[in-house]
């Protein structure tokens, strides 16, 4: 069954550090998702997008976050400068039309 | 806005007993409903889906919940768990957009 790929597994950073994320999505599904989950809460949206275009980042701290699809395939998260509070499980998701949402295994991140 | 609320976030049960998670939503629309399992180590994974028809949807390995609209609620059930149960369980929402919301996630752990 095709996956949802997700770089690296883990990443340890330091405060005030950039960090990024890759998340590559099953071929075909254009949308994609990037999630936060924070442990003993649920994931929680960050930003949609559909092919290249954000459809909502209103829960993404724009101060320090950023993502980009520029190709509408592949994506990347960016958070310049991380923050302790940062420290989390990134989830990246996919979908084609009316199929379910697939997941990747994430990238946990600490901010020390 | 779309919103989920899962009541219990830690359940234990023994063997063979039976299970009811709850799960209630807030949105406005047409709802597409949903719970994904995540099993320790793996990424989270479709259980089961409600878009429309039958209220009582049936997922993998035994499970099913059934939608009552006057109630918003979506709750889980299983007549009998298995120790290969024990995992975390999320409920979702889908609005417009594909836009997915998720709730807090219960934790069940099964004895055997």
């Known amino acids: 069954e095709a996956e949802v790929a997700q770089s690296p597994r883990y990443k340890i950073t330091e405060k005030s550090q950039a960090v990024a994320f890759w998340c590559d999505p099953i071929s075909g599904h254009a949308t994609l998702y990037w999630y936060r989950q924070i442990l003993g809460q649920g994931p929680e949206l960050l930003v949609q997008f559909q092919d290249e275009s954000v459809v909502d980042d209103s829960q993404l701290p724009k101060d320090r976050f950023s993502a980009e699809r520029l190709k509408g395939v592949d994506s990347t998260l960016k958070i310049q400068p991380a923050e302790l509070g940062d420290s989390a499980m990134y989830l990246c998701a996919s979908k084609a039309g009316g199929s379910p949402l697939h997941f990747g295994n994430g990238t946990r991140l600490t901010v020390t | 806005a779309q919103s989920v609320s899962q009541h219990n976030h830690h359940v234990i049960l023994s063997e063979a007993a039976s299970l009811e998670l709850g799960c209630n939503y807030s949105y406005g629309g047409t709802v597409n409903l949903f719970w994904y399992v995540q099993y320790p180590g793996q990424h989270l994974q479709l259980l089961l889906k409600?878009?429309?028809?039958?209220?009582l949807v049936k997922g993998i390995k035994g499970f099913e919940a059934e939608f009552i609209k006057s109630k918003f609620s979506f709750n889980l059930r299983k007549p009998s768990v298995q120790w290969s149960d024990t995992a975390e369980y999320f409920c979702?929402?889908?609005?417009?957009?594909?836009?997915?919301?998720f709730g807090t996630g219960t934790r069940l752990k099964v004895l055997a």
């Open positions: 409600y878009f429309s028809g039958d209220p």
């Open positions: 979702a929402v889908m609005g417009g957009t594909y836009k997915y919301i």
